[in-house]
């Protein structure tokens, strides 16, 4: 008998809401702090593909990302955005 394995959840880092991983994109911070979209190694945080998680994102008062365990400037959150600008037409 086979059982059904479970889907991994993870939380939001705009909105704080949790959904399956793989409703959301992910991202990891790269060298020289920078944000890196997609699979990276190390410790990742997750984003809903949607304008307004990642505007929450960027706009938060606190920098700090629990996931990965680090502040995050405003200034490195805003050029993330900016990153993700071009694909976002394709998100609701």
Do not use: N
């Amino acid at each position: 008998m086979r059982t059904k394995r479970a889907m991994p959840i993870r939380t939001c880092v705009g909105c704080g809401s949790r959904e399956s991983q793989s409703q959301l994109m992910r991202f990891t911070l790269g060298p020289e702090g920078a944000l890196v979209p997609g699979r990276g190694e190390g410790r990742g945080g997750y984003l809903h593909p949607q304008r307004r998680c990642v505007r929450a994102f960027t706009a938060a008062r606190s920098g700090f990302v629990r996931s990965l365990r680090v502040v995050v400037s405003r200034e490195t959150r805003e050029r993330y955005a900016t990153l993700l600008e071009p694909s976002m037409t394709l998100w609701a």
